[in-house]
């Protein structure tokens, strides 16, 4: 059994984004974040006092296995998040 099969967690985020920002730069590390890529992910990097980076060990254990918005798997075409078309009808 390869080591990302084990138990996953879950986390549920409550937000406003009518631009889906947070949901495209997860998927953006999703999609890097496969095993043998490790990199460090920035936030605020201009910035002395709120400036935090965080590992995303693509050797070890660290792995996102889906995404949901609003209870669906996110799906993704060229990097753009594709809805349910028919919500909007």
Do not use: C, T
Request: glycine share 4%.
């Amino acid at each position: 059994m390869a080591y990302y099969d084990n138990e996953m967690d879950s986390i549920e985020v409550i937000l406003r984004d009518p631009d889906d920002q947070l949901i495209q730069m997860i998927e953006y590390i999703r999609g890097l974040a496969a095993p043998g890529h490790s990199f460090d992910v920035v936030v605020d990097p201009h910035s002395r006092e709120d400036r935090k980076s965080f590992s995303m060990d693509g050797d070890g254990s660290f792995y996102i296995k889906k995404i949901k918005k609003n209870k669906h798997v996110a799906k993704f075409v060229d990097n753009k998040l594709i809805e349910n078309y028919l919500k909007s009808l």
